[in-house]
């Protein structure tokens, strides 16, 4: 009955142009890569699947995964209760909004590559303002780069000063749309402090938290620059995450077959577990 | 279903004519269609709307005319925003067709239909002063700077708003706010103002004020002015044609008072009713009507009816609480609730299944949970078939 | 439940205020009985949503005394107040069921479950919300979200006050005098002390048995809705109740009759007060019919609103609403005026200055 107009897809080409040149063709790159097996010269030979099997049967490949779940539990299980704690005690109004929101924004605005040259040299043990500190005032032992503890403490807080803002910010977001009559209602009802926080609060945050989450696990799962500049993975594979581990297998070792293998792998829990997160936060909105 | 009300045009000229003479007189604005005194109309033929599988407007033809305010009648989700919408072309139709003018306008952006558009929240630019918010559509339009101000001025003038031209929005009241979008949507002289519950968030009185002088503000401006409420006695105060909305369907166009009178079907009825209509199931039989332990002789058209059932509808001021006349029909209800409001009073009590509301003049005591009797005029009742369609 | 005793009580937003302008609230003095139903009635910035979060103590006022059943609670917060409130916008919280936002006022006050059970049920049922205590709060319709509100406010049987702010603002009209009818029912049913307030008359009149009019932070009439009705104290009153207002014409007193136009108008009573200034007489549009001689005046406009017409005619500039019950005249016709006599009253100043009585 009604007329189709499909002149609505000439309009979507471009895009599908773009997404062809930066993704799709990219992709596809990888996929025939990790079917294939190649001593250089432009010869391939026929794979099959062998590459994915050996990869999930790796004792490193289960480290280094282990090792990128870690880190990211670790940073999501502090950045997102720190965040929200900061963005409960920042002022709602008045002359300290502007200046608690540029503060908070300041270290998202420096590059990564930056950070992890920064947290470096602040944490040498003997130059190093914090490293100094901590061996030669406190008298802790403290050497990342001889102590795996140290490293991993230091790229966790390292993450924690860069990103936590960004969980602050739009944690701030929510806070402040919810409209006064909220918590009058709620003194009125006399509810406690944690009812307010966990009836009124954090329902309302729930939409910009999942994006939060969502943004920082994708973020963390991925992260290669920071780490790389300030342990370099290391002592020993200690702080090698998935994707420097990746990195090392193709442009190291220059086993291209099986480092596609990995990055298609990677990609595929990247994007399971952010699936996951976004079906498993928003299920109650179905209802 | 398509209602065909008042359809030709205006001034009996062809749309050929119309568009040809009128719609692009100089190309001083292109693109815009420039408004002639009285010779604007709003046509929509048979115009849908829909969004997924869902329809939000079905079938719906009209002829919206200048001179008096069209009124869209009908509660929140009947489709009055959807139709204006489509009307102001801020959303496209899915089939049927917009004129204005007589011509074409429904692929036309809503940029170029030249039309205002006041919502029930203020919308003015918060960063600008009075005249600037009044001024900004015809700044964007190209108008000459001695134009802009005296149509800004005259426009203000009309609304009371002239010591106010330097402020911000933020710095006047909800009803000054109010009158800056109106004052917008008049110096700008579109081709049409659609009007969504602009006053429905004002206060009672200043609702009442602004009301009362809505009509003469548009009157004699020429262009077609569609005004949506949700609120019944709105549209009787304003008068013009009015068409009632239910469910995305307009089931009824008419002179207001007119379909107030004379519903066409049980849906306008009850949509055109506040306190809600009263309705019962009756029996006739010979030329009298029964319900539950009440009988009466029929008069006038309703002898005419084919025996059967029907479902029977009479507005709450026409059940009253004493008796008047010998011709009314006595009924015992249990009373619910009481209210009285100054010079009215109105009960709400059961009939058998039933929820019935009385509405009298003057003050009424009644007592809660008890039996009561009320007294309907006969000659006021409207009969409706099974199918819902008015019978008498 | 208590009685409120406004004592007193002055409010400024500003820290140090000099001219009387600068008080949000300027003198109000009020007694309101244990279990009444209550309304405060004005337009926006008259000062009522002020007084209203003083008596829930949501804001201390700058001079005077809040009392409830003659303790001092002025300087009380809102949740040791023992009070309920329901807001213009529906508060609800989102996450809970319907049923554990009706439990949540007594869960926070240790109230054992079983007696919650009962209470919530008991509300339930009066609010007709019976079927829908087990779905989520957040998926209701605002009329239902709102009903929600007023049963939390209503589910503790100890409240001193519960308060309404504006509760039908966002309710859609054919609903709004099913949830009108539904808080008088209920207010008949429990007997808490209720106020009300609101800029809606209809609102006001029909759920109080006691009506308060503000304007510019001072209470102009206390009554009953046919005294406001009937009697306004104030042309204001008289203006802000009844749709339309009641006419206020400027009139000339001379040998203690009052003159509108040249014509003698009989007033009610007998004319009080010898300082006489700004003298006007103000009778409904309810009250005035149209007959064969009269004042005489002209037709401009029209309304046919069903029930009856709106009158509004023009007599030497002055305009005057007219409710006409049977057939209106014609646009531009010449008509008489007859005002019912006891109804027919003066102002002075704005304030009424005729006795009741005498004629009728």
Known sequence: MKKQNNRAWFFVLPVLVLVAFNALIPMMTVVNYSVQETFGNNLFFWQGLDWFEKLLRSDRFHASLGRQFLFTGSILAIEVPLGIIIALSMPSKGFWVPVCLVTMALPMLIPWNVVGAMWNIFTLPDIGLLGYFLNHTLGIHYDMTQNPLAAWATIIVMDVWHWTSLVVLLSYAGLVSIPDAYYQAAKIDGASNWAVFRFIQLPKMKNVLTIAILLRFMDSFNIYTEPFVLTGGGPGNSTTLLSIDLVKIALGQFDLGPAAAMSLIYFVITLLVSWLFYTLMTKDDQK | ?392 | ?360
């Open chain 2, 1 to 392: 279903m398509t209602i065909w009300l008042r359809a030709g045009r205006p001034n009996n000229l062809p749309v050929g004519a119309l568009a040809g003479a009128l719609i692009w007189p100089g190309r001083d604005r292109p693109g815009f269609l420039v408004s002639r005194k009285n010779t604007m109309a709003l046509e929509l033929v048979g115009i849908t709307k829909q969004v997924g599988s869902q329809t939000h407007i079905k079938e719906t033809s009209l002829v919206l005319q200048p001179g008096h305010f069209n009124v869209l009648l009908g509660e929140t989700g009947a489709g009055k925003t959807s139709l204006i919408k489509l009307m102001a072309g801020l959303d496209r139709v899915a089939s049927g067709k917009i004129l204005m003018n007589g011509q074409d306008v429904t692929r036309l952006s809503t940029q170029k239909r030249n039309i205002s558009l006041v919502h029930q929240f203020f919308v003015n630019y918060p960063h600008m002063t009075v005249f600037e918010n009044i001024a900004s559509p015809l700044r964007v339009a190209g108008f000459a700077k001695s134009e802009i101000e005296g149509r800004v001025e005259a426009a203000a003038d009309v609304l009371q708003l002239r010591p106010f031209l330097d402020r911000r929005p933020h710095e006047l009241s909800g009803g000054q706010q109010q009158r800056c979008a109106l004052a917008r949507a008049i110096a700008k002289e579109s081709n049409a103002v659609f009007l969504d519950e602009p006053l429905a968030n004002l206060d009672y009185k200043l609702r009442e004020e602004l009301r009362d002088q809505l009509p003469e503000l548009f009157a004699g401006r020429g262009a077609v002015v569609v005004y949506a409420t949700s609120e019944p006695e709105e549209a009787l105060l304003l008068g013009g044609n009015t068409g009632l909305m239910n469910d995305g369907r307009v089931t009824q166009f008419g002179e207001t008072a007119e379909i107030y009178r004379n519903p066409m079907d049980l849906v306008s009825a009850q949509v055109f009713s506040d306190p809600p209509i009263n309705t019962a199931r009756i029996e006739k039989l010979g030329n009298r009507a029964f319900f539950g332990a009440a009988d009466w002789e029929l008069s006038g058209d309703a002898m005419g009816l084919q025996d059967g059932i029907y479902t029977m509808a009479i507005r709450p001021n026409y059940v009253l609480p004493v008796n008047t006349s010998d011709a009314f029909v006595p009924v015992l209800g249990k009373v619910q609730v009481a209210e009285l409001s100054g010079s009215q009073s109105s009960a709400h009590f059961t009939l058998g299944a039933e929820n019935w509301v009385s509405l009298s003049s003057g003050v009424h005591p009644y007592e809660i949970g008890q039996e009561h009797p009320f007294y309907m005029n006969p000659a006021k009742c409207f009969f409706f078939g099974p199918d819902g369609k008015r019978a008498v």
């Open chain 3, 1 to 360: 439940m208590a009685k409120i005793t406004l004592s007193n009580l002055r409010h400024s937003y500003y820290p140090n205020p000099k001219t009387a302008d600068d008080f949000a609230l300027k003198q109000i003095d009020l007694d309101w009985q244990d279990g009444g139903a209550y309304a405060l009635l004005g337009p926006s910035g008259c000062g009522k949503s002020t007084l209203l979060n003083i008596i829930s103590g949501l804001l201390i006022p700058s001079e005077g005394k809040v009392l409830f059943d003659n303790k001092d609670v002025t300087n009380l917060p809102p949740d040791q107040r023992n009070i309920a409130q329901v807001f213009q916008f529906p508060v609800i919280y989102d996450t809970m069921t319907v049923y554990d936002n009706l439990a949540f006022p007594l869960r926070n006050r240790g109230v054992n479950e079983a007696k919650i059970g009962e209470r919530v049920l008991e509300i339930a049922g009066m609010l007709e919300v019976t079927d829908m205590l087990q779905t989520r709060a957040s998926g209701l319709s605002p009329d239902n979200k709102q009903k929600i509100s007023m049963g939390r406010a209503l589910v503790r049987d100890d409240v001193n006050v519960v308060m309404f702010d504006e509760p039908l603002t966002v309710i859609d009209p054919h609903l709004k005098w099913k949830l009108r009818s539904k808080l008088k029912e209920l207010h008949q049913r429990v007997r808490a002390t209720m106020i009300y307030v609101t800029h809606d008359q209809t609102e006001a009149l029909t759920f109080a048995d006691q009506v308060v009019v503000m304007q510019m932070g001072e209470i102009v009439q206390i009554g009953t809705p046919v005294e406001l009705f009937e009697r306004p104290n104030h042309t204001f009153v008289g203006h802000f109740i009844g749709s339309p207002g009641m006419n206020v014409l400027p009139c000339e007193i001379r040998e203690g009759r009052a003159f509108f136009n040249g014509v003698d108008v009989p007033l009610e009573g007998e004319i009080r007060g010898k300082d006489l200034a700004n003298t006007e007489i103000g009778i409904r549009p309810e009250f005035i019919s149209l007959g064969p001689k009269g004042i005489e005046a002209k037709v401009r406009k029209v309304s046919d609103i069903g029930r009856h017409s709106i009158v509004e005619v023009d007599v030497a500039g002055s305009k005057i609403a007219v409710v006409v019950e049977d057939e209106p005249p014609n646009l531009g016709d010449t008509v008489f005026l007859i005002f019912q006599q006891d109804q027919t009253r003066l102002y002075s100043e704005g304030w009424l200055a005729t006795r009741n009585g005498g004629a009728s």
